[in-house]
């Protein structure tokens, strides 16, 4: 049961509502829960278009309203207000206003909550929760009127498995206002003092994207209360701090911005300069790490803040991440392992879009799930686990923060990915970085992180995993991605030592190897593309990809297709004339390998790439993965052992600081 007061809470406000300061509809969804989502000019005065639905903006005052079917509008008044419309509901069940209450009863020492409403006109205040199954049930209601702040006391005990806490404002006779609303701290078996964060973001060439992030953080004010510094750890060859603007962002910092410009490292070799920085400092008890290309949700650094605070041990808290050109689209929520085959992957459902369906109509969302690690475009990592663990691995870019995440939990220390905190991010939905450069950083940091923290003999299934992707890329001609993953394994038989050396010199190697490989050359201009031997390949595509190969039928065609790649002969129009252009999506592993020369679209659609049969080639570099495959199996324990004495030092701060020699100054 709730208690109803009308008294203003005192206590610390753990999440505050919060609407969009971008006029952007594909946002609200967000943030606001509307009968209809949808866009229209305004040519006239608003109240005229009778019949009309939707969010809109308002070419007057710039205004983010919402027409309804009367006519009348409702409107973001600012950060913190919203206007309801007389005979209207609007509810606040959403991504960013609902409170995940199950997430606070797993892990944080708060028992009770505080949602403190403060309104302006005579309505309804209606509370309710969710449980794990996503049944709605209403907690509570308040009638009101005038300028009042309304106060409910919110139980935590109820949310085992999941459940969110929400409410709605509904209008009578007359508009209805909320000036602003808080979910505050209630009863807790903890008073923690209120921390502080250092952040750091790792940039290589995305300065327009960086120099917003930095400009957004710091328009905000509260925020920046509780922040120590923002370190800036520039990679790239075209610097942040020659873009126009920069210096006016700068100076709004209150010396708070420090850039720092280093030798490309990575994303790992940034992120350690960062938490080292933030180390030495000594002020701040988090880092937080933010990737460049995003946008955030600058609320979402309070909560995560709010989050760590009440904590009844040291966690790491994630925020999750949004599509940044799809913006109502949550691309990943939960992320985890499986253990056999040693991979990431996510927990959830992935590409939710909120504009089709909300908070309250999707019954998963109410479910909590428990992340095993989060990615570094946001996570907030306790400066006393970094002082006690070291920093990342040095991996250059993919599996440090998951690495991190696993370190952390044979620490003791927990991941959570906290709804409500969020970023919009650049997605991989338009990549596909296991053919390219990345190939080799792919396969060689999962080995890694496999002899650190793989619970199997061997590693379990991750070898024969490992050679399946080799063997689908052979076939698919992408000879490329597998001379790379083939280094990715010579790397690992070599041992730890050159880890910290091979950060500076791998990627320069990486790409020399990449240029002998013709398929991995871009053709950009069509109009330089080679002549199609089928002008219409639609057919004879289909005519495979409707019979992808399955159970006993997958073995004998692996041999025979494998064979022919092996010992087939290579046609003499092979380097001049594909068979067909495929586009990205078509480009299966079990409809390429039936060609000898094909065109494939990237992911991107920007280029294709030209694909070639190459059986002497083939062969090679299909001998080296099966040798490699018994190599590290047979080494597998040796490696382990060696692996995980040189853990420490391999994390540690000094030998991250002669790494850091070949960097620069800070600015």
């Known amino acids: 049961m709730s208690k109803v007061t ?17 006029h952007d509809p594909d946002l609200l969804p967000l943030y606001v829960d509307a009968d209809f989502w949808g866009t229209v000019p305004v ?36 950060e913190r207000g919203f206007s309801v419309p007389q005979e209207s509901r609007v509810s606040f069940g959403t991504y960013f206003n609902a409170f995940p209450a199950s997430y606070w009863q797993k892990w944080s020492t708060v028992q009770s909550v505080e949602l403190s409403v403060d309104t302006r006109g005579t309505g309804l205040v209606i509370v309710y929760r969710s449980n794990a199954r996503g049944v709605v049930q209403r907690v509570s209601s308040r009638a009101v009127s005038g300028e009042q702040s309304t106060t409910f006391d919110l139980d935590l005990t109820l949310f085992g498995d999941g ?38 973001i790792t940039t290589f060439n995305r300065g327009t994207y960086c120099l917003q992030l930095i400009r957004d953080i710091f328009a905000n004010t509260t925020v920046v209360n509780n922040l120590d510094a923002v370190y800036v750890i520039d990679q790239g060859t075209e610097k942040l701090s020659e873009l126009e603007g920069f210096a006016d962002v700068a100076a709004a910092s209150g010396g708070k911005l ?55 041990q040291r966690t790491i808290v994630g925020g999750h991440m949004f599509d940044m050109y799809d913006r109502s689209k949550l691309h990943a929520f939960a992320e985890g392992f499986t253990g056999w085959n040693f991979m990431w992957g996510s927990l959830s459902p992935n590409r939710h879009d909120f504009a089709q369906s909300n908070l309250r109509q999707t019954k998963w969302l109410h479910r909590r799930i428990d992340s095993e690690y989060n990615g570094w475009w946001m996570s907030l990592i306790p400066v006393s686990l970094v002082k006690e663990m070291g920093y990342s691995l040095p991996m250059f870019i993919k599996w440090d923060d998951a690495e991190f995440a696993l370190r952390a939990r044979d620490h003791g220390v927990k991941t959570v990915s906290l709804p409500g905190a969020a970023v919009w991010h650049v997605s991989w939905v338009d990549k596909d970085d296991t053919q390219d450069w990345q190939a080799f950083f792919h396969a060689r940091n999962r080995l890694v ?57 791998r990627m320069p190697r990486v790409r020399q190897l990449a240029a002998a490989h013709p398929e991995t050359m ?42 022919s790649h092996a010992f087939g002969r290579s046609s003499a129009n092979d380097d001049r004339e594909p068979e067909l252009h495929l586009a990205f999506e078509d480009a299966r592993w079990w409809v390429v390998p039936n060609f000898r ?35 590290l199996r047979r080494r597998w324990a040796t490696l382990r052992r060696d692996y995980r004495q040189a853990l420490p030092t391999l994390a540690s701060a000094e030998e991250w600081q002669k790494t850091f020699a070949a960097g620069g100054q800070a600015k």
């Open 522 to 563: 871009p053709i950009r201009d069509r109009s330089t593309a080679p002549r199609l031997v089928l002008e219409s390949g639609i057919s004879e595509m289909k005519r495979f990809s409707r019979y992808a190969p399955r159970g006993r039928g997958l073995g004998t065609w692996l041999v025979k297709t494998a064979l």
């Open 43 to 78: 040519y006239e005065d608003a109240g005229t278009k009778a019949g009309q639905r939707g969010f809109i903006h308002d070419a007057t005052d710039s205004a983010v309203v919402r027409l309804t079917e009367r006519g009348v509008v409702s409107s973001i008044e600012g």
């Open 163 to 200: 459940g969110w806490y929400w409410f709605d404002l509904v209008a009578e006779h007359e508009e209805f206002a909320l000036v602003e609303a808080n979910w505050f701290a209630g009863e807790s078996t903890a008073t923690p003092t209120a921390p502080s964060a250092s952040v750091a």
């Open 6 to 22: 009308t008294q203003p809470s005192a206590r610390e406000a753990l999440q505050r509502v919060i609407f969009p300061k971008e």
């Open 258 to 312: 420090v850039v720092i410009e280093q030798a490309n490292l990575g994303g790992s070799g940034g992120f350690s300069r960062g938490m080292h920085e933030t180390v030495t400092a000594g002020n701040s008890d988090f880092v937080l790490l933010l990737d460049d290309d995003i946008a955030i949700e600058a609320e979402s650094i309070l909560r995560a803040l709010k989050f760590a605070q009440y904590q009844a």
């Open 449 to 505: 992180a496999a002899l650190l923290h793989s619970r199997h003999a061997k590693g379990g299934g991750l070898g024969r995993h490992n050679f399946a992707i080799d063997f689908k890329h052979l076939l698919s001609m992408q000879y490329f991605a597998v001379a790379a993953r083939l280094d990715a394994y010579k790397s690992v038989l070599d041992g730890p030592e050159g880890l910290h050396e091979d950060i500076r010199t």
């Open 597 to 631: 020369s094909v065109l494939v679209s990237n992911a991107e659609g920007s280029a294709m790439h030209w694909h070639r049969r190459d059986p002497r080639l083939f062969r090679s570099l299909l001998w080296r993965s099966i040798t490699s495959y018994f190599t």
